[in-house]
């Protein structure tokens, strides 16, 4: 475009961490390299923290095996934050880059931080400050608008979907029921990943709660019973975010703890699961009655990671900074999916304010009628995300009379 | 030797599955398919619930591309049982086995396992019937007498480690305290194994209670302010198993239930991690404390399994099985370690009753002096069992002034 705007490059990671926002972090220095009109790199600490307390690495001068090495790590290797800049911290924010001579800003996260970078993009535009704000789209909930899906995903369903394969089997060997609590505050996505491993007809999660359909607690041990008394056993995948009719989150019932984003902390506690696990016990009779909370190791754990969904995270990364450099508006980079039968996407630049605070949500026809399954048209939509999963074997013999 | 013991198999899996525990079900079974003496191979359902009630699979008839498959499976494929048998039981199952003409018995398990190996061999014995019963190792909690380590144990400790470096990592990204707890009844290996991951000098777990030491809230709080004075975050790896000066573990506090053998469910339940996140959060003023419970994820997970645990998994089925058509003894086949430099292990048969009841714990040299770390000899003890781990990548570079 006519700007040439020319000048350094600012980069930081925001909100919970993922296993390739990495990827996308490395994706974009590594364009940025390449880019003769973008001069210093510097990566900010914890997010806008790191740029109001002025804690920055210079990237352009870390050598590509860290690059590579990084890339492949999970979490955020540059510190993340939870913070939403107040108009004060705008104006300081301003000071350092314009001091800086930062022209290209990219902020990596969810849809909360998508608005800091909208927020960013429009003080810069109101200071008549010229620079291209950008939105890097990372978030394991996959509740990110214009989004066919998006980066981090991918590799949390992965883990979810390999974890519900193993404690089904586990729970074949010793039945009883079985409770998986799932990330996803307001989407239920990731929580709906854990169907992905199922083969045998009877294989588990049985029953799977959204937080997209309003939770009943007579209906779900209504709902246990009729699964064990059939099977002898019932796994279930339950998302940390289910709310009853009035809205209010099972989990948020045991919790006062908010972020400045105005979010209840609902994970890191195993309180949601084993107050479902004392209800079952309580009022069905059935005795063996176990609950996991997966936690952060869903988002973090290095060993579970999905090739696609590593390639896109690099990718996103990569097209926003060339999108920065060649356009003169800013924006989010968005995944779409195209129409073909072969899996196939394509990057989009969206307008910030498209992407920023509210959140997508499960379509009607992912979830099944009675509210506690999966479609398969939603397994078809998340294979591609997740990649093969592992191969589960099982003896095919008939039983010795 | 003299008897040329010949007729059928009966084997069957107990206790807690782990990932490899099905290498040594096929690893015996692919041997017996070779031993002219042995039969058929009858597979016990649940097992010796599955001998009493008769249901048996014909392993003899599965093909090898099953055999294959069930091998690389977590979890047990037969089905398990945490059922100690009553001389009323040992009655029935000689009925049975005699019936079936069973020769050769095997059981995979723990030392419960080993203890019901051990009763049967006994009330053979007493009944002139001849049989040879074997137990093969079993278990994730590495707590097995006579054995320098089991089969199971190198796979959950891949696990655990890999999960400490992803939790370590995001925290990093968002600091605070965060706790795991991890299985281990009495032997503290699977919570030590949480170190192996550590690279930098800083990083988690930086405290690590084990079942062996006494667990004291008021140290383990100091122990938890210091390195979050000093470091600004605190990751900590706890024992389900911890327990106070009395020898009463804080997780049973909150845990009525038992099974057949006495042990008390200290698994399935986030309780523990919730106790200590909250009174850390009470007594140290530190806000963000988040705790995770591994739970079954440790044990069944199908991507973190280790090479050479499963391969050895694999080896002491096999061995059982040649010792029990060859030697004229019963026995537990128990896995020794090389005294040269490189990694090197043997099979030898010990006697049921010296790996029955009775578990062991983790050395004191591999224990830390304050009792809240392991040392690095715990740590040359379980890498060679654990292979690899994840590379973990981070930037180098100097900061912006």
């Known amino acids: 475009m006519a700007r040439q705007l020319e000048g350094n490059m600012m980069i930081a990671q925001s909100g919970g961490p993922s296993a390739v926002i990495n990827q996308s972090l490395i994706g974009a220095v590594r364009e940025a390299r390449r880019q003769r009109r973008i001069h210093r790199i510097f990566g900010a600490r914890h997010g806008i923290k790191g740029i109001l307390g002025e804690q920055l690495l210079d990237l352009g001068r870390e050598s590509d095996a860290t690059l590579q090495a990084v890339a492949a790590t999970p979490s955020s290797a540059l510190g993340s934050v939870r913070k939403k800049p107040t108009p004060e911290d705008c104006v300081k924010i301003f000071e350092v880059l314009r001091r800086r001579n930062v022209r290209f800003f ?114 779900f041990l209504v709902d246990v019973k009729k699964v064990y008394d059939r099977l002898g056993r019932c796994i279930i995948a339950v998302s940390e975010g289910i709310a009853d009719a009035d809205g209010t989150a099972i989990a948020a019932k045991f919790s006062k703890e908010t972020d400045s984003h105005g979010n209840v902390q609902l994970s890191g506690s195993g309180a949601l699961g084993d107050l479902l696990a004392n209800e079952i016990k309580a009022k069905t009779g059935i005795s063996r009655v176990r609950s996991d909370t997966f936690g952060y190791l869903q988002r973090s754990f290095p060993g579970a990671i999905s090739v696609t969904d590593a390639k896109e995270a690099a990718a996103v990364g990569a097209v926003a900074v060339r999108q920065a450099v060649r356009a003169a508006q800013d924006g989010s980079i968005a995944i779409r999916r195209g129409r073909g039968r072969a899996y196939r996407v394509t990057f989009e630049c969206v307008p910030l304010r498209n992407v920023a605070r509210e959140t997508r949500h499960m379509p009607d026809n992912f979830i099944a009628p009675a509210g506690n399954d999966v479609t398969p048209a939603f397994i078809r939509y998340a294979m591609p995300l997740v990649g093969p999963l592992p191969e589960i074997g099982w003896f095919k013999g008939k039983p010795v009379k």
């Open 106 to 219: 990219f902020y990596i996260g969810g849809n909360d931080s998508a608005e800091t970078a909208y927020i960013i993009s429009e003080e810069a535009r109101k200071a008549d400050y010229e620079m291209r704000s950008f939105h890097i789209p990372k978030t394991i909930d996959n509740d990110l608008r214009e989004n066919d899906h998006t980066p981090g995903f991918g590799s949390a369903a992965r883990f979810v979907a390999s974890a519900l394969q193993g404690i089904d089997l586990d729970n074949r060997a010793l039945p009883g029921v079985h409770i998986s609590v799932v990330m996803g505050r307001h989407a239920g996505f990731l929580t709906a990943a854990s169907a992905l491993g199922r083969r045998r007809t009877d294989d588990g999660p049985h029953l799977v709660y959204l937080p997209e359909r309003p939770f009943d607690m007579d209906r």
